[in-house]
């Protein structure tokens, strides 16, 4: 695969989640990075995107470490955290249903004090507009375009402090779960990567969670969550060039000495990779006027 090929990289946190993304890269082959850190990586049929998968396991920390050092390795154009979690809107969110977050919150961050007791102070980042978009027209519909929140506890009492702590400041977030704040702060401080974070409905966060979970609902809701991302891959189409290259890139017939290769971003300079030129040249700047109506 070739430096320029468009990239996306999902996330999940689960085995189940994993595995229901797995199911739509059909040749996806293990890449392991110098850290230790693994993905598998492949190509989504029928479209222009390949994809890189990873399992990183629960929470948010740890998913903003894994998925710094995931960005920062496989420079993907999208990025998007695939999985499950409980319904704050039983009566309208129900099991099996998908969330597609148009905002994530970070539930924990306030000030305690002797007079007003926890003063809340919300964290919140936006999706990516572009991916958001694709959503809406792919899924028209089909799933809840709705904020959700992120905390790092699983929620599994509807009468808990933390429940109404969510009912009372978070009154808008359809669905609860652990990782997603992780993620798109990660994508936040990478110049802007296009985020998005696509949730199964796996229980309604109360003391039923325990039944749903063992009737199975975890892996439906993550099956019906890796669906979604793919029906947006499918609808969403690459902005760029990409800056990725495979996690361990083979080496071409490009790569022989003297071999000249224009640039990936504005064909305005030559690159020479690995060669060695010996002699004097003159070279010319093209202007390459790009149409920018769209």
């Known amino acids: 695969m070739s430096e320029t090929e468009p990239t996306v990289v999902i996330l999940t946190a689960l085995p189940s989640e994993y595995d229901a993304v797995r199911t739509h890269i059909p040749d996806a082959e ?12 492949g190509r989504l049929p029928d479209t222009p995107w390949h994809v890189a998968i990873a399992e990183l396991g629960p929470g948010a920390l740890n998913a ?66 572009r991916l958001e978009q694709a959503a809406r027209f792919a899924l028209r519909g089909k ?51 296009d985020a998005l974070v696509i949730r199964g409905i796996s229980d309604y966060a109360d003391a039923g969670k325990a039944r749903a979970d063992a009737k199975g609902s975890q892996p439906r809701a993550a099956d019906a969550a890796a669906a979604a991302a793919m029906a947006i891959l499918r609808k969403h189409r690459p902005t760029r060039a990409s800056k990725a290259g495979t996690p361990t890139p083979a080496a071409s017939d490009d790569s022989q000495e003297g071999s000249l290769h224009p640039s990936t971003y504005g064909g305005d ?3 020479f990779r690995g060669s060695t030129f010996n002699a004097p040249f003159t070279a010319k700047s093209v202007n390459h006027r790009r149409d920018n109506t769209q």
């Open 64 to 129: 903003a470490v894994l998925t710094e050092r995931i960005v920062n390795w496989l420079h993907p154009d999208v990025l998007l955290f695939v999985g499950v979690a409980g319904s704050l809107k039983k009566k309208d969110v129900k099991l099996g249903d998908v969330v597609v977050g148009t905002k994530v919150y970070g539930i924990h961050g306030g000030k305690v004090t002797a007079t007003n007791g926890f003063e809340v102070r919300p964290e919140a980042w936006h999706s990516s507009h």
């Open 269 to 271: 300079h030559l690159d």
């Open 30 to 41: 293990e890449r392991v990075h110098d850290e230790g850190t693994y993905v598998e990586w």
């Open 143 to 193: 799933v809840h375009l709705k904020p959700i929140a992120v905390g790092d506890v699983v929620l599994a009492d509807a009468k808990s402090d933390i429940a109404e702590h969510l009912r009372q400041h978070y009154g808008d977030a359809a669905a609860i779960e652990m990782e997603g704040s992780g993620v798109v702060h990660a994508a936040h401080l990478s110049s802007g990567l």
